[in-house]
Structure formats: structure tokens, C-alpha cells
């Protein structure tokens, strides 16, 4: 069995979500969102990510970590504000020791849904028939797009391991 914690990065609100894979087998335990005060500094708001992760982390006891990459927003101080909550959370999560896997939004709701550009509503729909004990729990659309995260790396992790490749390498 492998614990899997999706991160679906933000800085106002981080969604994850904790699943365990047993071969095609998946399990839900747990999901949420970290959020910050917009009114606060942002080094105080990259605080706040990195306490809230580690809490999961030693909640979850995950074994691995996936996250969902960065895409381009038109507003370039958005970008630049979703790279630092990015930075601190990969940071979290590389101090905690866990192997990171990075995912494409649109092969995260690939894997998901079937279709990479599916909307918001499709891919929690989805999340909560993949994983039965999530309903109402991964409503929040942040938890549900962090949970789709753990499921994508999921279904990825035998490929990488017939192909004999690296997490870092895959995505």
C-alpha cells in the first residue's frame, strides 16, 4: 500500500487530499484546504502554507506527494504569487522526505475524468464516485482538485514502475 497526498497549490487556498493506492485499488483518508489571510504579509502567508502541509504530513504519514503544476495566468503577479506558494509547499514537502511528482492540470483530469479539459464540476463528480467515502468531504472544489492530484499519481505509479522510471522524470 501506498498513502499519496495531492496538492493543489494556491496562496489564498492550498487544497490536499490523502488517498491510499493498493494496486487499482484506492482509498479515501482525508481531505481539506489550507487557507490564508489575504490582509496578511506574504512571508506570513507562505508560513501558513508550510505549517498547515506539515501538519498534514504528520497527521497522514504520506509516502509520497504529487502536486499539480504551475500554469501561466495572464496577470503576471498572480504567476509570481502562486510560484511562492508553490516553492514553499514543494519545500514542505522535500524537508519532510517525501519523492515528489509533478502532474499537468490537464493529465491530472485526463487521468480523472478522461478528458484534459474538463470542468471543475466534472472532475469532483468524478473524485467522489473514484472514491467513495469522499463524498462530502471533497466538495470544496480545492480538496476535490487535490484529491484528483493523488488519484492521477495513482494510476501513473505502475507505469513508472514497469518503465523502471524516476518520479522526477514522468510527468
Known amino acids: 500500500m501506498t498513502r499519496i497526498l495531492g496538492i493543489d497549490p494556491g496562496l489564498q487556498r492550498t487544497g490536499w487530499g490523502v488517498i491510499d493506492s493498493r494496486g487499482n485499488a484506492l482509498a479515501f483518508v482525508a481531505c481539506g484546504v489550507v487557507a490564508t489571510n489575504p490582509s496578511h504579509a506574504m512571508a506570513e502567508r507562505l508560513v501558513t502554507l508550510h505549517r498547515g502541509i506539515g501538519e498534514i504530513i504528520t497527521r497522514h504519514h504520506p509516502d509520497e506527494a504529487a502536486v499539480e503544476e504551475t500554469f501561466l495566468n495572464r496577470n503576471p503577479l498572480s504567476s509570481l504569487k502562486l510560484g511562492h506558494a508553490r516553492g514553499a509547499l514543494l519545500t514542505t514537502l522535500s524537508l519532510a522526505g517525501l519523492a ?3 502532474y499537468a492540470a490537464t493529465k491530472v483530469k485526463k487521468s480523472v475524468v478522461g478528458v484534459g479539459r474538463a470542468e471543475k464540476q466534472q472532475v469532483g463528480h468524478m473524485v467522489r464516485i473514484l472514491l467513495p ?12 482538485d487535490a484529491l484528483a492530484v493523488a488519484i492521477c499519481h495513482a494510476h501513473h505509479m505502475g507505469i513508472r514502475k514497469v518503465a523502471g522510471v524516476q518520479s522526477s522524470e514522468f510527468s
Open 100 to 102: 515528489i511528482t509533478e
Open 133 to 144: 467515502g469522499s463524498a462530502g468531504f471533497a466538495d470544496a472544489a480545492d480538496a476535490a
